[in-house]
Each structure stands twice: as structure tokens, then as C-alpha cells.
Nanobody
Framework: QVQLVESGGGLVQAGGSLRLSCAAS????????MGWYRQAPGKQRELVAS???????NYADSVKGRCTISRDNAKNTGYLQMNSLKPEDTAVYYC??????????????WGQGTQVTVSS
């Protein structure tokens, strides 16, 4: 059984920084893509950033230059470093991973979500 566990959310003042972590555990051969999404109250869930197993990254325009996504393949862990945070970054942040577990077994998993609150 594969699962994702997120950590690192919290309350921060505008201009501050947070680092989110997403650790995958279980039967994992390869994490094909790992991404961070967020959902603010009354809004749809949106992609913040993603990173492939080869290291290719993609960012939402709203976070470009302020956020950096990375991963440690040896630890099956992904990170989202968020700098210069703004009140509009306030949301629940979710990790999403597409995982290959071998024997033609693919799964897409979501983490439980971690709250990020940015005060003005």
C-alpha cells in the first residue's frame, strides 16, 4: 500500500517562507510525476508546481519566481519551497503523485492536505 504524507504547512506573515514536504512510502518503483496543488475556500483546486522523475518542472504563473519544487528520489520525497508569500497564497496544499509500483501497477495518490495561511 502506497501513501503520501505531507508536512510543513502553517501560519506565516506576508513576505515569509515555508517549505512543504511530501513523503511517499510503500511499494514504489518510480514516482513518475509529483505535484503540488492548492485549494482556497470557494475556489477550485489548482496546480501550483510539478516535477517529473527526470527533473522537468512546471509552475503556475502566480508562483513563478517565488516557489521552487524539488525532489529527493532516494527518499521518495518531494518539496515545495515557497518564498515571498502573499495572503492570496492562503489555501490547503495537496501533494499528488503518479507512482509506478512495478508489475504494471500504476497509482495516482493525493496527500491529506496541509494548511498554509499567510497573514497580511
Amino acid at each position: 500500500q502506497v501513501q503520501l504524507v505531507e508536512s510543513g504547512g502553517g501560519l506565516v506573515q506576508a513576505g515569509g517562507s515555508l517549505r512543504l514536504s511530501c513523503a511517499a512510502s510503500g511499494s514504489i518503483f518510480n514516482i513518475i510525476v509529483m505535484g503540488w496543488y492548492r485549494q482556497a475556500p470557494g475556489k477550485q483546486r489548482e496546480l501550483v508546481a510539478s516535477i517529473t522523475s527526470g527533473g522537468s518542472t512546471n509552475y503556475a504563473d502566480s508562483v513563478k519566481g517565488r516557489c521552487t519544487i524539488s525532489r529527493d528520489n532516494a527518499k521518495n520525497t518531494g518539496y515545495l519551497q515557497m518564498n515571498s508569500l502573499k495572503p492570496e497564497d492562503t489555501a490547503v496544499y495537496y501533494c499528488r503523485a503518479e507512482i509506478y509500483s512495478g508489475s504494471y501497477s500504476y497509482n495516482t495518490l493525493w496527500g491529506q492536505g496541509t494548511q498554509v495561511t499567510v497573514s497580511s
